[in-house]
């Protein structure tokens, strides 16, 4: 079957399952289906082989398998991965968030701005009737107040008529579209700038909102409600670790839930744990920025208050500018707004993918599995095992790095997300943070940390082994491959978003380390660029031209042209022979 047929079929397979969904009620996404079914292919219990194409019977039993999967809405592993496609479609980057923002206002106000540059009015009706248009787009542009709000529109045409009157539509209306944009972009920018200066002396601005006292407090709020969650969060995958490792070390059968679905319960919360830690850094980095924002406010509204004080009349020159950076000091804060209430919503949204797992084991029930075991947090278990590096020594033909050697140990991306690869086959998909301070396993240039030495131990006598079974684990929980980065182990599986949302993509820094080496700079490093038919011998050369210059006047000896072409002696063209003296050689040619 060639790739194109392979593809085909795979589309066939993802629309049946969506009509079948549909069908039973079950809104699903294509690409949460396309994820599930090459989960279900992936899964050993299933007993699908993937080295041959499918059967019909295959194809078949994929489907159904598929179907059962995304109609059970009690399953927590189903709502990891439906966590998972949320946030990779809907998370970005700061920056891709206010591009984002920025083409949706260009949209928005463009058939305005393309009404101005196309007009051609003539008529005094039509004159005033541009202006109108010019004020609304001008309102629209900076989000200070509405269009349809008479006391704002009085304000900004007021505002306007003191830096463009009326007077010179007919200059603008001579210029050309690019021109026009670019003006009306000037003109939005001095009329917002003189609005806010207005509102800071207290003489207007109406529709306009007190931002930073709205961000001083939005801000915070969303902070501390992230903190709230992730603490909640922790605590309960605290209750979740140590059951599990009761239960695997115990042999634990009677009074215990299935460890398959506490184990999915603790997959669900690690990763609505991991999904808010990156929404809180940027909320962090949103307050920086909010924080420099306002501090330029400051000093922009003080330079405007000591360039204008009491004075009736101030040059444009020294004016305008100030109020074109005042307006788009005003823009960087109502970005931060919208970046702030986009992380906001996404955090909120992520809530609902918890509540099965939070239902099927309330803390009351958890407490009562827990009775008489020790919940150990991450913090506890991290300091338990601070101080105590890992001897290199005792594992021979191994490389390990560590934060006193290693330039940039903190920037290093470490392997399965930073979890312990050892207690993941150990304890059956374990999720326990790694304690890169004890030492970092270099094997074939990934970074692996564990959550204690016999652990990293371990893991370092067979580490091909152990990757392989974290492999098979994550066929059994296939939101894994998500959570603990494993694209690279599962080729056939991609990151949901085709990694436009993720960190996008990181850098991956390799570790710079401390050691004492001798180095020798190469004379080739590029051995393309060796010119075999360099010559640097000065003498060389000259002989080189002196035969040039010989061949380029030496007479040339031809058959003779009036003859017959039968008759013609062909002849190569021969040299007579010249002696040529120089200093150190006799040449004869």
Not at 61 to 76: A, E, F, H, W, Y
Request: charged share 25%.
């Amino acid at each position: 079957m060639s790739r194109a047929q392979a593809e085909s079929v795979i589309r066939n397979i993802i629309r049946e399952i969506i009509q079948e969904c549909a069908g039973k009620g079950q809104a699903v996404t294509e690409t949460l289906v396309a994820f599930i079914v090459k989960a279900v292919v992936l899964d050993s219990k299933n007993q699908f082989n993937v080295d041959r194409p499918l059967t019909k019977d295959d194809v078949s039993r994929v489907i159904k398998i598929s179907i059962d999967k995304l109609m059970d809405n009690r399953n927590p592993s189903l709502d990891t991965v439906k966590m998972q496609v949320y946030f990779d479609m809907n998370f970005n980057t700061r920056g891709d968030f206010l591009e984002e923002h920025r083409r949706v206002l260009d949209v928005r106000i463009q058939p305005v701005i393309r009404e101005i540059t196309d007009s051609r009015a003539r008529t005094r009706e039509e004159l005033e009737g541009l202006y109108r248009k010019i004020i609304s787009a001008i309102l629209l542009r900076s989000g200070l107040g509405s269009p349809t709000d008479i006391s704002v529109v009085r304000e900004a045409a007021a505002a306007l008529q003191s830096i463009f009157p009326q007077t010179e539509l007919g200059t603008f209306l001579t210029l050309t579209k690019r021109d026009k944009e670019r003006q009306l972009q000037e003109l939005s920018l001095i009329v917002t700038g003189i609005r806010l200066f207005n509102k800071d002396c207290g003489k207007g601005g109406e529709g306009i909102d007190d931002l930073p006292a709205i961000l001083n407090e939005a801000v915070p709020a969303t902070n501390n409600n992230m903190d709230i969650a992730i603490n909640s969060s922790r605590s309960t995958s605290y209750k979740y670790t140590a059951l599990i490792k009761d239960i695997v070390d115990k042999n634990r059968e009677d009074n215990v839930p299935p460890l398959q679905l506490v184990v999915d319960s603790l997959i669900n919360t690690r990763q609505y744990e991991a999904f808010l830690v990156h929404l809180q850094t940027d909320v962090i980095e949103c307050a920086r920025q909010v924080e420099k924002w306002q501090h330029r406010l400051e000093e922009r509204m003080d330079l405007l208050q000591a360039t204008v004080q009491s004075k009736t009349a101030v040059p444009t020159a020294q004016v305008y500018p100030q109020f074109i950076d005042l307006a788009q000091v005003w823009v960087g804060l109502q970005e931060e707004m919208v970046v702030l209430s986009v992380l906001s919503s996404i955090s909120t949204s992520l809530e609902q993918f918890t509540r099965n797992q939070r239902e099927i084991f309330p803390n009351e029930m958890l407490d009562s599995y827990l009775d008489g075991v020790d919940v150990v947090t991450d913090e506890d278990r991290r300091k338990s095992t601070d101080g105590k590096p890992i001897d290199p020594t005792m594992y021979r033909e191994t490389e390990w790095i560590f934060p006193d050697s290693t330039k940039n140990f903190a920037n290093l991306q470490m392997q399965y997300s930073g979890y312990c690869g050892w207690s993941l086959v150990q304890y059956d998909r374990l999720l326990v943070p790694g304690n890169p301070s004890i030492g970092v396993f270099v094997y074939r240039s990934r970074y692996y940390s564990f959550s204690s030495k016999e652990a990293a131990g371990e893991f370092c006598k067979d580490p091909e082994g152990f990757i392989a079974m974290i492999g098979e684990a994550a066929k059994k929980s296939p939101e894994l491959i998500q959570l603990l980065e494993l694209h690279t182990q599962f080729a056939s599986i991609t990151p949901y978003a085709g990694g436009t949302g993720r960190s996008p993509a990181r850098m991956i820094e390799r570790p710079i380390t401390k050691s004492d080496v001798a180095i020798q700079t190469e004379v080739h490093p590029m051995e393309c660029n060796i010119v075999k038919s360099y010559e640097w011998n000065e003498w060389e050369l000259r002989r080189k031209a002196i035969k040039l210059a010989n061949l380029r006047t030496t007479n040339q000896i031809n058959a003779g042209e009036s003859q017959q072409p039968s008759q013609r002696q062909h002849k190569p063209g021969i040299f007579t022979k010249r002696s040529v003296e120089s200093d150190d050689q006799r040449m004869v040619q």
